[in-house]
């Protein structure tokens, strides 16, 4: 178990004094990162053999999000490996210990170049793995289709990160993104589960669709292909 503390920024927070869902995915890849450091098993290991680590799917559920000047904890830790996906479980507490956010995730080491999955990256390696009773079920895939055209955008420069596609941080904003403010007055996002099929690269073109149903599949696609796939869950405010 992993544990870093943070403070809700004016730069992270929407218009309800919020943080949004992607600046905490933002802390939490990094939260992954700092553990996997420790554990040396982080990026900078694997790429002595030229891999990467690859996230697959993320589920997250919220109770509520931390609000501006709001202190809160990010914690994680690894589950049991199942073949070539690795688990791993986060929980966001505030000052209290109360829960209002507990996400799972599968991922994968794939080889920087080929992008090919490596069966067993950790032979040498020795590290501890346990699922809580407290941890979400593993993400599951999605198989619903989404046939209305909401959105197209650009990718950015600013969106890359150091392997070379979108930070998966910023596809949250891509999902959200498609409602405006009036639809958040008097909705919020509940659960959000989403699916990375195919990384993007920049500079590409996503068009992004929705079946506009609650829950909401919500797919984005680069040149006709699949790039992601989300369902959210909204509730009332």
Excluded: C
Excluded at 68 to 91: A, D, N, V
Excluded at 209 to 221: A, D, H, M, T
């Amino acid at each position: 178990m992993y544990k870093e503390k943070f403070v809700v920024k004016k730069d992270e927070v929407d218009a309800f004094g919020e943080i949004r869902i992607s600046k905490l995915m933002w802390h939490m890849q990094n939260v992954a990162e700092s553990h996997a450091k420790k554990l040396k098993i982080d990026r900078d290991v694997l790429m002595k053999d030229n891999n990467i680590w690859v996230v697959v799917r993320y589920d997250m559920v919220i109770n509520r999000l931390p609000k501006l000047k709001e202190k809160y904890i990010i914690s994680t830790h690894p589950g049991e490996t199942k073949g070539f996906m690795f688990p791993r479980f986060f929980q966001v507490y505030d000052k209290h210990g109360n829960l209002l956010v507990n996400i799972s995730s599968t991922w994968v080491v794939v080889n920087f170049n080929t992008r090919r999955i490596i069966l067993r990256p950790f032979k040498d390696a020795s590290f501890t793995t346990k699922s809580e009773s407290f941890d979400l079920d593993m993400p599951l895939k999605i198989n619903e289709e989404a046939n209305y055209l909401v959105e197209k955008r650009s990718t950015k420069e600013s969106e890359l990160d150091m392997n070379i596609h979108i930070n998966n941080t910023f596809y949250y904003d891509y999902i959200l993104n498609t409602h405006d403010e009036a639809f958040y007055i008097d909705n919020k996002v509940k659960r959000i589960l989403l699916n990375y099929e195919k990384e993007i690269t920049h500079p590409s073109e996503i068009e992004i669709y929705s079946n506009k149903n609650n829950p909401e599949v919500i797919i984005g696609k680069v040149d006709g292909n699949v790039s992601f796939l989300s369902k959210v869950e909204f509730t009332k405010r």
